[in-house]
Each structure stands twice: as structure tokens, then as C-alpha cells.
């Protein structure tokens, strides 16, 4: 596939900032021709460059679909959204910024709780005493399946969750959770707490280049050179 | 996969109404149950695993539904319809579609949507002659089909359970040992731990309940509310404080409990190990339990007279082979379980596969328990191995 090489950036908040930040620094500032409110941006000194301006979940999606070149996302949307990552694209850098935990969370007043193995024990039980599985509430289904599935949990059942994830205890809405947290301290405002193992992913904003970038040699050196200059 | 040609269409109905045919001569039903079932039951009764594999979707009215990934359930949905109060003996066949997402994609020899043929018997007191019934008609089927190479694979989990109940133990480690049977290696990991330091799970509870911890499910249910209100811990998440007590009450015993003996986790491991030839198996069963100084003379008396009923329809025993550790991953299955198996550069590739499933009705709402068994005929993969193609 000829053509410029397709950079997809974040187009919103610190994740945004972070990464305009790291280029200028790099020497290759980001700019948005023209309409500030534009979705494409050019990079200074590599005219083959198209920067896209995408929601971090979508970035993901392109570099699986292989309809961008490089993009900087969160590595847990990346994990999440592409199970078999290997196959459509490798991280190349980490970046130091955007750093979160995706992690197991259960009610705080489960005191008889510690492990995944402990989790694993009460489903069993709840699943007797109550109408239903166990539900965990999340937006991270693949993470949460791959994990739990690892650690021999079986017994539960997935509720999405596309906002507020952390309330969905309180709300009844479900038993335990599967979310992102910097600092835990939402998680603990909710009376959750994180399993001693539920430690599913350290996150960080990273950036990944697609396999398809390789057929082309041109993009492949193009790719070389963003590397090697956020590299130094 | 773009679709099937007519040929491969034509190709596999004709199989299918050839084990149907014989199916109905052996005095099972034909039924048709829906394609589209409510997604709770899959659900809700089967856990994560099967539904990451089920597509379920939600309908303009906002019903939550699902494509079936087997025809078992649906046939059990269709009995508690058709047949509320029960009568005796119910034998069912049917032909049709399933559906299941290939999580590392699909093919022709791991299709997403493929055709499954299968029967199943509801209400037979007789466990043996039902077990016999169906693996001697699956048997029949895939032969009937024109497979002549393939290898039959036995197991029962209702012996292995028996060998729990046998063993002296709390009641809460057997639990824990039957839930964990589907995964070998963390069953393992359980067994030794019993047998070594049962109480070396037990996490923050003992610093939580303080001096609290050890007493009684009523003391401890009093010490929770008290500390839960002192901390400003609301209750959240479905469980009530008598069933989070129970809990932290079952783990202070498990510290105070002697480990579990190091012959009985030893007899619980060689239980597993039995492979072999049925009568083979049956001759180290016995021994292991003997040895065991436990009476599991009923079970087995059951087993032995499983493989003369089977032996009588005509099933070469000898070939088959039974494995104790043998179970379906599907956690329905409560007794007796077969698999037909044909051997392929890759390995052996399941054609069908079956067994008891006791607890399903009551699990889908039965008012009775139904005794059932049954069996599934992947066709596709019949119809390959029938034409050598894998």
C-alpha cells in the first residue's frame, strides 16, 4: 500500500497533550493546519506524514484493521481491542505517560475475599443462594475473560459497563468489577478494593506499529525515523 | 467461509436423514426446537466460558437472545413444554443448526455455524440401559453414516464423585475438589494444599474479625455488622452479612482442620490416573478401593453391568478406553461420558460426544429432577472423516 504513512494520535485531554508534547520534543511538533477543530495534522519536516486525530478506543481498532500505520493509544485498549495482538502489529515504545491498572475489584465489605481463588470459591456460593452468577461489571470483556480464565475463575458472568464502572456495585447493578485506576482512589471512595492478584494489566500509553507498515519500504523507513527520533 | 455448495448441502442432509431414520426406528421423536432461545438460560446456567462462545444479541423490543451453541438445552426446553407433568420415558431426536463464535477463527473443521444431529432420553430409571441406549445408538449412527475407523473414549463422573462422598473430608473441601475436577492443575494444586496446610488460604478476615475470629456463625455475624458499621463499610454486592460470616466461619475451620490424609490424596490422585480397557479399569478401581478400605460396591457393581448392557448391543468394549480423569467441558455432564474420536494429522478430532446430565432440568426449572442422557453428532466433521478428507 503506497501513500503517506498514517499516524493516529489521540484528539482529546492529557493523552492528547502528552503526545503533541513528546513529538515537539522529538522535533517533530504536530500541527493542525488551518481549522483547529480538524481531524488530520500534519508533522513538521516529514512531509509523508498524515496525522490522524482519533479517540484512543478507535486508534485501536485501525491498527487492527490496518487502516493506520503508527498510533499512540493505551495499551489496555490495544490488549482489549486486538486478543491476538501479534498477528496485526507490535508495541514499539513505551511512553512513559497515561499509566493506569486494569484490575479486579470487589466489594470492600467482602472481607472473606482476598484472591481470585477466594473469588472463584464464592461464586460457587453465590451462584447457590442467589438467582444468578456472579456478575462483573466492565468494558474490558477479552481482558477480564483471558484473566479470569487463567486464574480458574468460571462461575461468573460479564455485565457491560461503558461508564461508571465503579459504581456498579452500589447500584446492585453487579457484584465485582473489572476497571482502569491511577491512584485507586475511586475505587476506594466506592468501598471497592482490588484483589492481592487481580493485578490484570500495567498500562501506559504506548506506541504500536501495524505489521502492514513493512511491506512498504518507504513507510517502513518513515516509521524508522519517528521511532528513532522519540527514541532519543 | 462464503457458504456450502449444493452438493455439500445435499451431501449432508442425506447423512442426516439416514441417523435420523435410524433414530426414529429406534423409537425417538423427531423435534424442531428454536434457533433463537433466551439468552439467560445460556447464561446464567452455563457461565463465561460458553457464553463468550454464544451470540447473543439483543432484539428491537430489547429482548436478550441467543443463536443456540448446541441443540441440548433447547431439547431440554422443549420436554419442560411439551411434557409438564412428566410421563415416564422420553426419547427424543432432531437435526438442525448451532452456532458457536471460533475464538481463534473459524473454518471448515471449526465452523461457526454447523449442523448438529443428536438424541436424547429423558426419564429412564434405569441409568445403565439409558447409558447403553444412547452410546450403542451414536455408535450405530456414525457407522450407519459409513464411518468405520474411530476410537470411543469413556469416563464417569459420577464414580469420581461417589470416591469424594467416600472419603472422609469437610463437606466444603469436597466441594471445592468436584468444582475444580475441570482443571487439572489447579484440582492438584487443591489437593496438595489440603493435604498439606488447609489453612494457608486464609486471607484478611482473621485481621478484619480480630479477636472475633474463630467464633461461632451467630458471633461472628454480630462482630461483622459491628466493624462493618464502625468502619462505614456499607454492604454492597448481593451477599448478605450471614453468608460473608459463613464464609469467614469455614475458613477459621479449615485452619483448625487436621490436613486432609496423605493416603487419601494419594488414593484421589491414582483414581485419576486409571486408563485402559473398561474391564481393565475396572479391575484397578476396584483395587484402589479396596485398598482404601472404602465400600463403593454399589457404583461399581453399576459400572461393570454399564459395559455388559453396552457389550450386548454390540459395542466392541475391548477397543473402547476409559479414562477416570475424562471429563466434557461442557459443566453440565454429572455420570457416565463418551466421546467418538477420529484420529487426524493434528490429533484426534471429536465427532461426537455425550453423556448424563442429571442436573440440567432442575437448572432450567423443573419442578422434579429428570434423569437425562444424551449425545450430539458433529455432521460436518462425520461427513469428512467418512470421505477421508481430514
Redesign the interface.
Known amino acids: 500500500m503506497a501513500g503517506p504513512l498514517t499516524l493516529a494520535i489521540p484528539s482529546k485531554g492529557r493523552l492528547m497533550e502528552d503526545t503533541l508534547g513528546l513529538f515537539a520534543d522529538a522535533g517533530l511538533a504536530i500541527s493542525k493546519p488551518g481549522n483547529d477543530r480538524g481531524y488530520r495534522g500534519t508533522m513538521e519536516g516529514l512531509d509523508d506524514v498524515e496525522v490522524a486525530f482519533l479517540s484512543a478506543s478507535e486508534i485501536a481498532r485501525h491498527v487492527r484493521d490496518g487502516t493506520v500505520d503508527l498510533g499512540i493509544t493505551g495499551e489496555d485498549l490495544l490488549r482489549e481491542t486486538i486478543?491476538d495482538l501479534e498477528r496485526h502489529a507490535r508495541i514499539v515504545a513505551r511512553l512513559g505517560f497515561g499509566g493506569a491498572d486494569v484490575v479486579v475489584a470487589?466489594?470492600?465489605?467482602?472481607?472473606?475475599?482476598?484472591?481470585m481463588?477466594?473469588l472463584?470459591?464464592?461464586s460457587?456460593?453465590?451462584y447457590q443462594?442467589?438467582d444468578?452468577?456472579?456478575r462483573v461489571a466492565t468494558k474490558y470483556?477479552n481482558l477480564t475473560?483471558r484473566f479470569?480464565?487463567e486464574k480458574?475463575v468460571?462461575?461468573?458472568?460479564?455485565v457491560e459497563s461503558l461508564g461508571a464502572t465503579e459504581a456498579a456495585?452500589?447500584a446492585?447493578a453487579a457484584?465485582?468489577i473489572v476497571d482502569i485506576t491511577s491512584t485507586g482512589d475511586t475505587l476506594r471512595a466506592n468501598?471497592l478494593r482490588i484483589l492481592?492478584d487481580g493485578l490484570i494489566l500495567k498500562s501506559e500509553a504506548v506506541l504500536v506499529r501495524a505489521v502492514g507498515v513493512d511491506a512498504d519500504p518507504a513507510k517502513a523507513r518513515l516509521a524508522d525515523t519517528i521511532l528513532d527520533a522519540i527514541a532519543d | 467461509m462464503p457458504g456450502k455448495t449444493a452438493d455439500l448441502r445435499a451431501a449432508l442432509d442425506a447423512q442426516a436423514r439416514t441417523i435420523i431414520d435410524l433414530f426414529a426406528g429406534a423409537g425417538y421423536g423427531f423435534i424442531d426446537p428454536d434457533i433463537l432461545q433466551p439468552a439467560d438460560i445460556f447464561?446464567?446456567r452455563s457461565?463465561?466460558?460458553i457464553?463468550?462462545r454464544t451470540y447473543v444479541f439483543t432484539d428491537p423490543a430489547g429482548a436478550e437472545l441467543a443463536l443456540r451453541p448446541d441443540l441440548t438445552v433447547p431439547a431440554c426446553r422443549y420436554y419442560l413444554e411439551h411434557e409438564p407433568a412428566g410421563r415416564g420415558e422420553v426419547r427424543y431426536c432432531y437435526s438442525g443448526p448451532a452456532f458457536r463464535f471460533q475464538?481463534d477463527g473459524h473454518d471448515e473443521l471449526r465452523p461457526r455455524e454447523f449442523d448438529q444431529v443428536g438424541l436424547e432420553l429423558f426419564g429412564s430409571a434405569d441409568a445403565e440401559t439409558a447409558e447403553a441406549e444412547i452410546i450403542a445408538l451414536t455408535i450405530d449412527a456414525v457407522r450407519a453414516a459409513g464411518l468405520s475407523e474411530f476410537k470411543v473414549k469413556l469416563g464417569d463422573l459420577g464414580l469420581f464423585n461417589k470416591l469424594l462422598d467416600g472419603i472422609d473430608m469437610p463437606a466444603r473441601w469436597r466441594?471445592?475438589l468436584k468444582?475444580?475436577f475441570?482443571?487439572p492443575q489447579?484440582f492438584h494444586e487443591t489437593l496438595v494444599r489440603l493435604a498439606a496446610d488447609p489453612g494457608a488460604?486464609s486471607?484478611?478476615?482473621v485481621e478484619?474479625?480480630g479477636e472475633a475470629y474463630g467464633g461461632g456463625q451467630a458471633e461472628t455475624m454480630a462482630a461483622?455488622t459491628g466493624r462493618?458499621e464502625e468502619g462505614g463499610?456499607?454492604?454492597?454486592?448481593?451477599?448478605s452479612v450471614g453468608?460473608?460470616a459463613a464464609?469467614?466461619c469455614e475458613?477459621a475451620a479449615d485452619r483448625e482442620a487436621p490436613p486432609l490424609p496423605r493416603e487419601s490424596a494419594a488414593l484421589i490422585e491414582d483414581y485419576l490416573g486409571v486408563a485402559g480397557q473398561p474391564r481393565d479399569a475396572l479391575q484397578r478401581i476396584m483395587s484402589l478401593i479396596v485398598a482404601a478400605g472404602l465400600d463403593m460396591s454399589t457404583s461399581l457393581a453399576a459400572f461393570a453391568r454399564r459395559i455388559t448392557l453396552m457389550q450386548e448391543r454390540g459395542i466392541p468394549v475391548e477397543s473402547c478406553r476409559f479414562l477416570a480423569e475424562f471429563g466434557r467441558s461442557l459443566?453440565y455432564y454429572t455420570g457416565f461420558v463418551f466421546q467418538i474420536e477420529c484420529d487426524t494429522a493434528t490429533g484426534p478430532m471429536p465427532i461426537a460426544g455425550g453423556g448424563r446430565y442429571d442436573g440440567l432440568m432442575s437448572d432450567i426449572g423443573a419442578r422434579n429432577p429428570v434423569p437425562a442422557v444424551g449425545c450430539a453428532i458433529h455432521t460436518e466433521r462425520l461427513l469428512a472423516a467418512v470421505r477421508g478428507e481430514i
Open positions: 486478543p470487589v466489594p470492600e465489605c467482602w472481607i472473606d475475599v482476598s484472591t481463588s477466594d472463584d470459591e464464592v460457587v456460593h453465590f443462594a442467589h444468578h452468577r456472579l470483556f475473560r479470569f480464565a480458574g468460571r462461575g461468573y458472568r460479564i456495585p452500589a446492585g457484584e465485582a468501598h492481592d | 447464561l446464567d457461565g463465561e466460558d457464553r463468550s475464538p466441594q471445592r468444582h475444580h475441570w482443571r489447579t488460604a486471607g484478611r478476615e478484619f474479625m461483622l462493618l463499610i456499607p454492604l454492597v454486592g448481593g451477599r453468608e460473608i464464609r469467614v475458613k459443566e
